[in-house]
């Protein structure tokens, strides 16, 4: 099936799709930040597993130098700027 579209409904449609992504993208970075400032990890630098603390992250930890190395959310996060430890 085929359906023949106005340029101008062409352009609603493409506008429709983008806001709806900014959306889901804005859901989803809530999302992973609430689960790095909350959520417990054992991951560590070093290869041990460590007691469970909040990993926090980058986008609410201002006052400190912060990364994303160990973030429970890491695979999921849609933040186009992590910072990594070097």
């Not at 926090?56 to 890491?74: F, K």
């Amino acid at each position: 099936m085929q359906y023949l579209l106005s340029e101008e409904e062409y352009k609603n449609l493409i506008n429709n799709k983008q806001a709806y992504n900014a959306d889901k993208n804005k859901k989803l970075q809530e999302f992973c930040t609430m689960v790095a400032d909350n959520l417990p990890t054992t991951e560590s630098w070093f290869d041990k597993k460590v007691e469970p603390y909040k990993w926090g992250c980058i986008l609410t930890q201002h006052d400190s130098e912060h990364v994303c190395d160990c973030c429970p959310a890491e695979e999921i996060c849609p933040y186009e700027h992590k910072a990594w430890s070097k």
